[in-house]
T-cell receptor, first 117, second 113 residues
Framework: ETGVTQTPRHLVMGMTNKKSLKCEQH?????MYWYKQSAKKPLELMFV???????ENNSVPSRFSPECPNSSHLFLHLHTLQPEDSALYLC????????????????FGPGTRLTVL | KQEVTQIPAALSVPEGENLVLNCSFT??????LQWFRQDPGKGLTSLLL?????REQTSGRLNASLDKSSGRSTLYIAASQPGDSATYLC????????????FGTGTRLLVSP
């Protein structure tokens, strides 16, 4: 266990549904991340939060809406998704966001396998 | 735009073999390079991190090298074991701007007993 948990582990939803993914880290970190991992594509960074402030929005469609109520919790709210949004969604955390030459190891959760019908 | 490529996409070897996984990147201006391991249905685990000023890093049976000028890194696994079966991902941290990781698509390794 890395100290980062994600629920649910599997989710099947229709295109008109609304659902949320939850991530919780127990490491006392200040930064949290959402990544998307599609088959045969590289991991894509979606959102980054530092101390509950969003610092990066990587041109993600508005049907994905992140929420970070505190430094330990991160949500990804989903609505009117498309079949091509089916993927593994990974959450990660690090002590701080990396800047300049400062590097922080990211700890990943197990992911939520999302299928959009 | 930085792009990371990993070859081969899949590799199958018998137990005990030494093997090399390859990673190449298009822009040599990087701060560091990391190798991760991903087991099926699980998240990523960091294995080795090489700073741009370093040439290699070692951890147990793993050795990662970095040749920044040619845009290449290799992950060497000695005396492979079935427990090494996983997908291995390479990621670089670019040298400018917000330092998000740029990942390759991974090499899926199967070590058979």
């Amino acid at each position: 266990e890395t100290g980062v948990t994600q629920t649910p582990r599997h989710l099947v939803m229709g295109m008109t549904n609304k659902k949320s993914l939850k991530c919780e880290q127990h490491l006392g970190h200040n930064a949290m991340y959402w990544y998307k991992q599609s088959a045969k594509k590289p991991l894509e960074l979606m959102f980054v939060y530092s101390l509950e402030e969003r610092v990066e929005n990587n041109s993600v469609p508005s049907r994905f809406s992140p929420e970070c109520p505190n430094s330990s919790h991160l949500f990804l709210h989903l609505h009117t998704l498309q079949p091509e949004d089916s993927a593994l969604y990974l959450c990660a955390s690090s002590q701080d966001i990396p800047r300049d030459s400062h590097t922080d190891t990211q700890y990943f959760g197990p992911g939520t396998r999302l299928t959009v019908l | 735009k930085q792009e990371v490529t990993q070859i081969p996409a899949a590799l199958s070897v018998p137990e005990g073999e030494n093997l090399v996984l390859n990673c190449s990147f298009t822009d040599s201006a990087i701060y560091n390079l990391q190798w991760f391991r991903q087991d099926p249905g699980k998240g990523l685990t960091s294995l080795l991190l090489i700073q741009s000023s370093q040439r290699e890093q070692t951890s147990g049976r793993l050795n990662a090298s970095l040749d920044k000028s040619s845009g290449r890194s290799t992950l060497y696994i000695a005396a492979s074991q079935p427990g090494d079966s996983a997908t291995y991902l390479c990621a670089v941290r670019p040298g400018t701007g917000f330092q998000k990781l740029v990942f390759g698509t991974g090499t899926r390794l199967l070590v058979s007993p």
